[in-house]
């Protein structure tokens, strides 16, 4: 790798922490300006958490905040139109903690799998999106983890309760006399907006770039995952939503792990990294006193 020298915007952004300012101004674009629109700001604030819980479980893929969060800006303007259209921040955030759970489990911090039953009885107390989390996190039991024989099965011990806590729940909440609450494919669309449309699309390209580059040196859950999440994204807005989700774990597994899988990119991606936690901070700061409307 070329030889590192900082320049006075990282000398002067490290003696300021200017990153963790910069972090926090991403998630207050993501909560100010993407699901600004929702109801409340309590509201605004649970969607943004399932962008926070998805970018833990995609940081430890890659070696700096602006790639990371570049991935996670594509990935929130394609869920902008059906979470705030839907409703869908609680299922938003769910979601995003199934990605944070399940990465762990492939990242050696296995704990966040304990909190699988937990997850799913709330999330099937909300509606039947439980399943989409359900079938994402089953796939991760195609990895052996041989160093650990009994690893898998816990997790497939985990598993099985959850399919039980959310079938039960399920029927309980909905005390079999109602039809339980079952999507309308023409709800939550992307509504045609430049910006979600033009987003998905991009994704759908750079997936496709690292389904033919990289895909038979990723780990099985994300293969499966990935094709799964993809063939079901045009039905609907919120299945592009945690389609997107799922592509930006994809991503930064593959194309941009470690910052392009490339040592001669990592200064340029360095530097680009200090100078992009200015200008979020700058966006933070007029989205907080313009608050555009969406």
Not at 25 to 50: E, K, Q, R
Not at 95 to 121: D, S, T
Request: glycine share 6%.
């Amino acid at each position: 790798m070329a030889l590192y020298q900082p320049d006075i915007f990282e000398t002067y952004g490290r003696k300021l922490k200017i990153e963790y300012l910069g972090m926090a101004s991403v998630y207050t674009v993501i909560a100010l300006y993407f699901f600004g629109g929702l109801p409340s700001l309590t509201l605004s604030i649970i969607a943004m958490m399932g962008s926070f819980f998805l970018f833990l479980g995609m940081k430890k893929k890659t070696k700096d905040h602006f790639s990371g969060s570049l991935i996670l800006f594509l990935s929130v303007a394609v869920g902008w139109s059906p979470v705030v259209v839907s409703g869908w921040e609680l299922q938003y955030m769910m979601f995003g903690f199934a990605v944070f759970a399940m990465e762990g489990y492939l990242e050696k911090r296995q704990y966040r799998i304990y909190l699988l039953p937990l997850l799913f009885f709330f999330w099937a107390y909300k509606d039947i999106s439980w399943s989409l989390g359900f079938v994402f996190a089953a796939m991760y039991l195609t990895h052996p983890w041989s160093e650990k024989p009994g690893l898998r099965r816990r997790l497939m011990a985990l598993i099985v309760i959850s399919l039980v806590i959310g079938l039960l729940t399920s029927v309980i909440r909905y005390n079999y006399t109602e039809a339980y609450p079952l999507w309308s494919f023409q709800h939550g669309m992307l509504n045609g907006r430049p910006l979600s449309v033009g987003c998905l699309i991009l994704i759908y390209i750079l997936t496709l770039v690292c389904m033919i580059k990289f895909l038979p040196e990723t780990f099985m859950p994300h293969r499966l995952n990935i094709m799964i999440f993809c063939a079901v994204s045009g039905l609907d807005g919120r299945l592009a939503a945690v389609f997107a989700m799922v592509a930006a774990v994809f991503l930064s597994a593959t194309m941009f792990r470690n910052s392009i899988y490339s040592d001669r990119l990592r200064p340029y991606f360095k530097h680009a990294e200090w100078y992009y936690f200015w200008v979020v901070f700058a966006v933070a700061l007029h989205i907080v006193f313009k608050r555009p409307a969406i």
